[in-house]
C-alpha cells in the first residue's frame, strides 16, 4: 500500500477531548477514529452566528474541523489533528486510515491500542512543529496558539505568551493574543466578525484605565505611532497584561535599535544576545541533563528573564549573570550577629540580602572562595562555611528541605569548578591594588594602581 506524508501543521500533541458534544457533527467515523465539524460551520446564518458567539465566549476559537481517536479504556477521546479547512481534515483523515487501521487489527488490548496511536502521533508531532507552541508543555498555550496563528495567518514559529479574555472598545467580546511580537485581538458575536493585528515595535504609548464611568479600573489604552487608539476592557488580569506588554514592548525596541546596528548605551540593563525563549539547562547535576521535546510556555521564560533583571540591577552584576538557586537562610561571621535573608546563586556569584531590616547585603564571586565545608549546627540542619580569599569566613544556616539542600550544593559545586580558570588571574591583580598593602608585609615593595594600570586613571593611584 502507498501511504502519503502528514500534512503538516494539522495534526496535534493528543489531548483529551468529549466526543459526544453538542457544538459538532461527526462526518465520519469508523472503528477507531471520528472527523467531526462544528454545528457552527454547518448552520445557517443565524444559528452560525449563535454558535459562533457562544464558542467565541467559552474558547479561544476552535477550528471548525477536529479528528478524534476513540479510547476504549473511558469515554474521554483524544483529539490528534484540527484544521480550518476541509481539505486539510481530509489529508489528515487519508493518513490516518492508511497509518493506523492495519496495526490497530493486530492489537487486542486496548490500553495498547491508545499507547501506540499516541506514541506515534506524538513522535510525528514533536518532529515536524519542533521548537513551536504545538509541542509546549502547556495545553492551553497549544490550543489558544494554534487559534492565534490560524486567525492571523502568522509564522508557525511565532510563539504565543499569552492571551486573555477582553472586550474592544467595550462592544465585542473575544480575545487578546499576545506573542513575541504581536498584540492581536478576534471576536465573533452574532455574525460580528472583528479582527485587531497590531506590532509591538508599533505601540508608542501604553496607559492603565478605568472602565463602567471610571470606575473599575479593568482596562487598556494603547496608542500607536500612527496615532490611532485602542481601547481594551473586561481585562480580568488588567496589571497582569500591562506589565507584559511592557516590557515585550521594550525588549521590541531593543531589537529594532540593535537591528538598526545602534549601539546600546553603558549600561543597558538588556543583553541583546540573549535568547529569553531559550529553555535553560538544568546544572543541578553532573549527569548529561535529559533533552526534552517539550518546551516550556514563553510566559515562563519572560518572567524568568524579569526576574533576572532585577537581580542583576540590585546587585550590580554582569547581564551574563541568572539566578540559579534562592533559599531562605540565617547569615553570619565569627564576630557578627546572625542576619535572616535570601541567599541566591547565579553562574558566577554568591549574594545575599537581609530581610529583617538590618540592611545586610554581599556579593561573593565565586573565583574568590577558597574553600566550602557542610558544618554541624545545633539549631539548623542544613549549614554552609565559606572561605574567602583573605580567610574571612561566612556562615549561611539554610532554612530548606534536604533534597533542596542537596540540589544548592551540587550547583554551587559545579559553579565553582567552571570559576576556576578565572582564580589565576585574581593573584596578579589584587596585588596591584592599594587596598592589598594594608594586608600585607609593609616592608615588601609594590606596584600599585589596580584599574587604573590597565586604563590609565590620572592622578596619584594612592588617592
Partial sequence: MTHVDPPRGIFTLPTPANSIDPFWDVIKSNEHFTLQRTKAASSNTFFRGVFGTIQNVLDTKQPPFRILFRSDINSISLQIAVSQTEKGIEDAWKWVEDSFNE????????????????????????????????????ESVRSASRAFRQTFDVAPTERLVNFYSCAYRGISQGWMYISENYLCFYSF??????KLFIELKDIQNLAKEKSKRGMIPDSIKI?????????????FHRDETYDLLVQLTTLAMQRLL????????????????????SPRIDVSSSQEPLMSPMVPPLKKGLEEQKRDKKFQIFFNLPTTEHMMQEC??????PDTDVCNGKLQLSEGYLTFVSVDGRSCSLV????????????????HAFALSITNWHQMKLLFHINESKSFFEKFCNVLKDNLKSQVRHMKHLRPFLSTCFSETLLSDPK?????GGLGLIFGFPGDSKK
Avoid at 496608542?223 to 481585562?235: G, R
Avoid at 540593535?258 to 525563549?277: C, H, M, R, V, W
Wanted: proline share 4%; with cysteine.
Fill in 103 to 138: 496495526g490497530l487489527l493486530k492489537l487486542d488490548i486496548p490500553s495498547e491500542k491508545e499507547n501506540f496511536v499516541e506514541t506515534k502521533i506524538k513522535s510525528l508531532v514533536t518532529r515536524q512543529d519542533k521548537g513551536t507552541d504545538e509541542v509546549s508543555e502547556d
Fill in 189 to 194: 458575536v452574532l455574525g460580528i466578525e472583528t
Fill in 364 to 379: 561573593v564571586p565565586l573565583y574568590t572562595v577558597r574553600r566550602v565545608e557542610r558544618i554541624n549546627s545545633k539549631t
Fill in 258 to 277: 540593535k537591528n538598526a546596528s545602534i549601539d546600546p548605551a553603558p549600561g543597558t540593563l538588556y543583553d541583546f544576545e540573549q535568547d529569553f525563549s
Fill in 328 to 333: 531562605v537562610c540565617e547569615f553570619s561571621t
Fill in 444 to 448: 615588601k615593595d609594590q606596584t600599585v
Fill in 223 to 235: 496608542i500607536t505611532k500612527d496615532e490611532q487608539e485602542h481601547f481594551f476592557s473586561n481585562l
